[in-house]
């Protein structure tokens, strides 16, 4: 486990579950495929059902903030969604999220790999503030001991050629993060961009880090990342389990922001 900060002050949390024994070698590959399951599933279901009303999916009012752009609601082919500005995954995203996440798709909320992760992570969601010290800490213990925050957590894959995850940020939650089950040979990194005054990106002022499979990585949710375009046609699928830590909270960002400026 390494808790490191950017930039000298913004906290990321990294640590390899399958390493430390958190995550099995065969539950990391049964969460693997109940990812792809999952998604292959939606995309054949969406392919067959393009004319209908029931395949279209629009995306949710933070979702349309974070991409920032207009676009249609038809499901785009993988890995060429006709707009650059989504892909498939965007999709399946919002998919999961109108059906309750995981909750609402049955190859992952009925697994066990699943919510063995999902309670490890809020585990170490809780050592991350625990580690920052301050007010933070009791707050968090506070708010998940009393069941008033929880996670929510949802597949992700980037697949073929065209394949990234736009600039963004996670409004109205606590905490966030990735945790890493396939990381193909050639897979795309995460990058995470420096906080500055202005909206302006400067690369230079960013952090790249190549995920290995196992591993989790937690950060302030409102940190700018994304993944960048793979221009590889056969890239195979790099699998992910995103999650957000949510809970009633006056200022949800302030509980990591209040330490950043510290």
Do not use: C
């Amino acid at each position: 486990m390494v808790l490191q900060r950017l930039w000298n002050r913004v906290p990321i949390l990294t640590k390899d579950f399958v390493d430390e024994g958190i995550i099995s070698l065969a539950s990391n590959a049964e969460l693997t495929q109940n990812a792809l399951h999952a998604f292959d599933t939606f995309v054949a279901i969406r392919t067959n059902d393009s004319g209908s009303s029931s395949s279209k999916i629009r995306l949710s009012k933070n979702r349309r903030r974070q991409q920032r752009t207009k676009h249609s609601s038809t499901i785009p082919k993988v890995g060429n969604s006709g707009n650059p500005e989504l892909t498939v995954n965007d999709y399946f995203f919002e998919y999961q999220r109108l059906h309750g996440y995981a909750h609402g798709t049955p190859k992952l909320s009925d697994a066990p790999e699943v919510s063995k992760l999902k309670h490890a992570l809020q585990t170490e969601s809780e050592l991350y503030f625990h580690l920052l010290g301050g007010a933070s800490s009791s707050v968090i213990s506070s708010l998940i001991q009393g069941g008033i925050a929880s996670l929510d957590i949802w597949a992700a894959i980037q697949k073929g050629e065209g394949a990234y995850h736009k600039d963004h940020v996670h409004e109205d939650v606590l905490l966030s993060g990735v945790y890493y089950a396939k990381v193909p040979e050639g897979s795309a990194p995460i990058i995470f961009h420096k906080p500055a005054l202005n909206s302006e990106i400067n690369s230079k002022d960013s952090v790249t880090i190549y995920p290995k499979e196992g591993q989790v990585i937690i950060f302030p949710p409102w940190l700018l990342h994304g993944v960048p375009m793979s221009e590889n046609e056969n890239n195979p699928s790099r699998v992910s389990y995103a999650f957000n830590l949510s809970g009633a909270y006056a200022d949800p960002w302030g509980l990591t922001k209040n330490v950043e400026e510290n």
